[in-house]
């Protein structure tokens, strides 16, 4: 393989790596949000000991998060020294925000929230938790909108000429709110939310069904699930709000998560499909004009399909962005049905009484985050062959001195790093749940001097 393949691999493997941290911690935060605001209007102790439960596995997640993501930071300079170039001025300026706006409020509070309890008021602790939580969206709004610049680059300018070209930003908040970066930001948050809501599920379910801490998890899970209800819902009008925006302004990535080669006919929707990329066509089920439909409300309106664009200018992996898309969606509609039966039962009160579907939420755990990771895959593979579109190609954004040994040496590492990560991740989370929601409450008994001063008393 190629330093551009290699390359590519290696970056697609160290942020795929790196997200499954962020979206559990913005999500855990909002269920932390929830369960300490609660404790603090009903004075509920249950209510306590789930805030200081998963502020542990909250603890767990934001350390890997970070750790891990430094590592893409360093691979913009070795591998891609012609595109760290060419967007410094927009990555700079998005990452500085990041910095400034967003880890420094997270971290800042992150203190107060992990050793705060018995330290500072409960409402001071309660602040400390909404700031870690708002530090945290706001690291993703950053993040999203340097990316989203990268799908619909505004509020720019080129300087330079040939390979010393660059971007330099002319109005910073029409770099901000570039027109694909606020419905994506949305997106990313509900899928996030998704993300922690079923992590939280995920553990209380399996409680329930070892017949271990029943009660509290009954009280974990059903604020956990009134999320999730909630957000997969949403998540299917911010998903097609996205769709939206890419057919306006990335038309060569719309047709290739749909498959669409002919330059202009109605496009279909695939429920599932397989693509022939020799023979440009796709095997499967469809609604026909489906595409069309969501795009223009019109079964019959033409969509730009493939053979509209230059063939170096056009994704080249359809099947591949086909496929990753098309399990996005479905296991979004999926965690629509399970959430909304899982809701229905328990307004019926009958939730508790299937076993069966706890299983099923023991092992959803994975779902949100295969569906954020496939929805990832499809938008950056859609993307290609630009880095960023309509201006830079990949293959021009390599840097010109890394040889493909050093990019696959250093991916061999990285990988072996990232698996030893994982394990101890998974680890210490299921050391974490074995000790229970139960094991804090020596924390919350500690003896005050008071008690001391009986004991002592007690004993002359």
């Given at each position: 393989?190629?330093?551009e393949?290699?390359?590519?691999?290696?970056?697609?493997?160290?942020?795929?790596?790196?997200?499954?941290y962020?979206?559990?911690?913005?999500?855990?935060?909002?269920?932390?949000?929830?369960?300490?605001?609660?404790?603090?209007?009903?004075?509920?102790?249950?209510?306590?000991?789930?805030?200081?439960?998963?502020?542990?596995?909250?603890?767990?997640?934001?350390?890997?998060?970070?750790?891990?993501?430094?590592?893409?930071?360093?691979?913009?300079?070795?591998?891609?020294?012609?595109?760290?170039?060419?967007?410094?001025?927009v990555?700079?300026?998005?990452?500085?925000?990041?910095?400034?706006?967003?880890?420094?409020?997270?971290?800042?509070?992150?203190?107060?929230?992990?050793?705060?309890?018995?330290?500072?008021?409960?409402?001071?602790?309660?602040?400390?938790?909404?700031?870690?939580?708002?530090?945290?969206?706001?690291?993703?709004?950053?993040?999203?909108?340097a990316?989203?610049?990268?799908?619909?680059?505004?509020?720019?300018?080129?300087?330079?000429?040939?390979?010393?070209?660059?971007?330099?930003?002319?109005?910073f908040?029409?770099?901000?709110f570039?027109?694909?970066?606020?419905?994506?930001?949305?997106?990313?948050?509900?899928?996030?939310?998704?993300?922690?809501?079923?992590?939280?599920?995920?553990?209380?379910?399996?409680?329930?069904?070892?017949?271990?801490?029943?009660?509290?998890?009954?009280?974990?899970?059903?604020?956990?699930?009134i999320?999730?209800?909630?957000?997969?819902l949403?998540?299917?009008?911010?998903?097609?709000?996205?769709?939206?925006?890419?057919?306006?302004?990335?038309?060569?990535?719309?047709?290739?998560?749909?498959?669409?080669?002919?330059?202009?006919?109605?496009?279909?929707?695939?429920?599932?499909?397989?693509?022939?990329?020799?023979t440009?066509k796709?095997?499967?089920?469809?609604?026909?004009?489906?595409?069309?439909?969501?795009i223009?409300?019109?079964?019959?309106?033409?969509?730009?399909?493939?053979?509209?664009?230059?063939?170096?200018?056009?994704?080249?992996?359809?099947?591949?962005?086909?496929?990753f898309?098309?399990?996005?969606?479905?296991?979004?509609?999926?965690?629509?049905?399970l959430?909304?039966?899982?809701?229905?039962?328990?307004?019926?009160?009958?939730?508790?009484?299937?076993?069966?579907?706890?299983?099923?939420?023991?092992?959803?755990?994975?779902?949100?985050?295969?569906?954020?990771?496939?929805?990832?895959?499809?938008?950056?593979?859609?993307?290609?062959?630009?880095?960023?579109?309509?201006?830079?190609?990949?293959?021009?954004?390599?840097?010109?001195?890394?040889?493909?040994?050093?990019?696959?040496?250093?991916?061999?590492?990285?990988?072996?790093?990232?698996?030893?990560?994982?394990?101890?991740?998974?680890?210490?989370?299921?050391?974490?749940?074995?000790?229970?929601?139960?094991?804090?409450?020596?924390?919350?008994?500690?003896?005050?001097?008071q008690?001391?001063?009986?004991?002592?008393?007690?004993?002359?």
């Amino acid at each position: 393989m190629d330093v551009e393949i290699l390359s590519r691999i290696q970056f697609g493997l160290t942020i795929a790596f790196h997200y499954i941290y962020p979206p559990l911690s913005i999500g855990l935060g909002l269920l932390l949000v929830i369960f300490e605001g609660l404790y603090l209007k009903t004075k509920n102790k249950e209510y306590e000991r789930l805030t200081r439960f998963w502020i542990k596995i909250f603890a767990l997640t934001f350390g890997i998060g970070v750790a891990t993501g430094i590592v893409m930071e360093f691979e913009f300079g070795t591998n891609w020294a012609t595109f760290s170039r060419y967007v410094g001025d927009v990555f700079g300026s998005a990452l500085a925000a990041e910095g400034l706006f967003a880890f420094a409020l997270e971290s800042g509070f992150l203190g107060i929230l992990l050793f705060g309890w018995n330290r500072v008021k409960p409402t001071m602790h309660f602040i400390s938790t909404i700031g870690v939580f708002f530090g945290s969206m706001f690291s993703a709004i950053w993040i999203v909108v340097a990316n989203s610049w990268m799908q619909t680059p505004d509020g720019y300018h080129i300087v330079g000429e040939g390979m010393q070209a660059r971007a330099e930003i002319t109005d910073f908040w029409a770099m901000v709110f570039n027109p694909s970066s606020v419905d994506r930001i949305l997106h990313v948050w509900l899928g996030a939310f998704l993300a922690g809501a079923f992590l939280v599920m995920s553990v209380h379910a399996y409680y329930i069904v070892k017949n271990k801490h029943v009660e509290i998890s009954k009280i974990g899970f059903k604020y956990a699930l009134i999320v999730a209800v909630a957000v997969s819902l949403l998540q299917l009008y911010t998903g097609h709000r996205s769709a939206e925006i890419v057919a306006h302004h990335q038309p060569a990535k719309l047709a290739a998560l749909e498959g669409h080669y002919d330059e202009s006919a109605p496009g279909d929707l695939y429920l599932f499909g397989w693509v022939n990329q020799k023979t440009q066509k796709v095997y499967g089920v469809s609604i026909p004009g489906g595409l069309s439909f969501l795009i223009h409300y019109d079964f019959n309106t033409p969509v730009k399909g493939l053979n509209a664009f230059p063939e170096d200018e056009r994704p080249t992996a359809v099947n591949a962005v086909l496929q990753f898309y098309h399990l996005m969606v479905a296991i979004g509609l999926l965690l629509i049905a399970l959430t909304l039966y899982a809701g229905f039962l328990w307004y019926r009160k009958k939730l508790w009484d299937k076993k069966w579907l706890l299983w099923i939420f023991v092992f959803a755990v994975f779902l949100p985050q295969l569906a954020n990771q496939f929805g990832w895959f499809a938008a950056e593979m859609g993307r290609q062959p630009w880095v960023v579109y309509g201006l830079l190609k990949t293959s021009d954004a390599l840097s010109a001195v890394v040889t493909a040994n050093q990019v696959l040496f250093s991916l061999i590492m990285f990988s072996l790093i990232y698996t030893l990560l994982f394990f101890l991740f998974i680890y210490l989370l299921n050391k974490k749940i074995k000790a229970g929601p139960y094991s804090y409450d020596t924390i919350e008994h500690r003896p005050t001097q008071q008690d001391i001063s009986k004991i002592v008393s007690n004993k002359e």
